[in-house]
Nanobody, 124 residues
Framework: QVQLVESGGGLVQAGGSLKLSCTASGSISSINTMGWYRQAPEKQRELVAGITSGGSTNYADSVNGRFTISRDNAKNTVYLQMNSLKPEDTAVYYC??????????????????WGQGTQVTVSS
């Protein structure tokens, strides 16, 4: 079974920083794009940042310059460093990964995984 496990959320004052981590586990063969999404109450889930296997990144305009996404391919882990946090960054943050994993002896399958979500709360 393959899954994503997140950590690092919490409560922080405006202007503060947090770092989220997300690790893929199981019979992982390779991971393509990884990313972070967030969902605030009564709002749709939105992309925060993404990173390809080669390290190319993209960011939502609202976080560009404040957040940094990175990954450690050897550890199957993606990070989100969040600086200069604002109350409007308050949301549940979900990691996402497009993975290839081994199924049995002969098969490699593809699946898009989601983490369980971690709450980030920024107080004013």
């Amino acid at each position: 079974q393959v899954q994503l496990v997140e950590s690092g959320g919490g409560l922080v004052q405006a202007g503060g920083s947090l770092k989220l981590s997300c690790t893929a586990s199981g019979s992982i063969s390779s991971i393509n794009t990884m990313g972070w999404y967030r969902q605030a109450p009564e709002k749709q889930r939105e992309l925060v940042a993404g990173i390809t296997s080669g390290g190319s990144t993209n960011y939502a305009d609202s976080v560009n310059g404040r957040f940094t996404i990175s990954r450690d391919n050897a550890k199957n882990t993606v990070y989100l460093q969040m600086n200069s946090l604002k109350p409007e960054d308050t949301a549940v943050y979900y990691c996402n990964a497009d993975v290839m994993y081994k199924s049995g002896t002969y098969y490699v399958l593809r699946r898009v995984l989601w983490g369980q979500g971690t709450q980030v709360t920024v107080s004013s």
